[in-house]
Every structure is written in structure tokens, then in C-alpha cells.
């Protein structure tokens, strides 16, 4: 297993996973996780859980990062239009990307 994470922007997780998701999850599998680095559009909570939003190629469509609920009080310190640094363990295509199992790094 690799100690490094697969770095990608946010726009190649898009081509990526509308490409082939299979092939990027084996990928992220491999790699130990992927690493983001993007500007926050915005932070929420679903579930009780923090999910920041990155925005995406489609205006209309975010890419959301859904972090461990641990992050909580780091997410809450976050701001629009401020570069955060992320670690993902899971991409899906849910209405554009997703990404799971994440903390803030």
C-alpha cells in the first residue's frame, strides 16, 4: 500500500468519475486515499455531519466532500473563498462527484 495520496483537483475527480468510477476508486484504494486542495464554496451539515462543497465544472452542480463528524469544529472555523487541503478515502458519482470519508488535513 502506497503512503502517499493521489493528488487531484477537483476537476479531475469530475472527468475522472464520470469516465470510470471503478477505475478511480482502485485507484484511491491503491494510493491509501486522494488529496484535494480547492476553494471552499461552502460548508453544511448533513446528518450531523460536516460536508463542504467545492464548486464544480457544472455551476448547479457542487462537488461535496462529506468529512468524520471529529472535523466538526475545524469545519466550522472554514470560510468561503478559503483553500482547504483534504484527504478522501471513497469518490462516487452522485449527482456530479462526491467524496467520502474525508478530514480536513
Known amino acids: 500500500k502506497a503512503s502517499d495520496p493521489l ?3 477537483i476537476s479531475a475527480i469530475e472527468e475522472a468519475v464520470e469516465e470510470n468510477e471503478i477505475n478511480l476508486q482502485n485507484k484511491i484504494e491503491a494510493a491509501g ?3 484535494v486542495n480547492a476553494r471552499v464554496k461552502s460548508v453544511e ?3 450531523g455531519s460536516p460536508v463542504i462543497h467545492f464548486r464544480g465544472k457544472n455551476q448547479f452542480l457542487d462537488v461535496s466532500a462529506f468529512l468524520s463528524s471529529e472535523d466538526k469544529d475545524r469545519a466550522a472555523t472554514l470560510k468561503k473563498g478559503e483553500t482547504v487541503s483534504i484527504v478522501c478515502q471513497t469518490a462516487k458519482k452522485i449527482m456530479g462527484a462526491a467524496l467520502y ?3 480536513i488535513n
Do not use: A
Request: glycine letters at 8%; hydrophobic letters at 40%; charged letters at 15%.
Open 33 to 35: 486515499g486522494v488529496m
Open 45 to 47: 451539515s448533513i446528518w
Open 101 to 103: 470519508d474525508c478530514s
Open 7 to 9: 493528488r487531484m483537483s
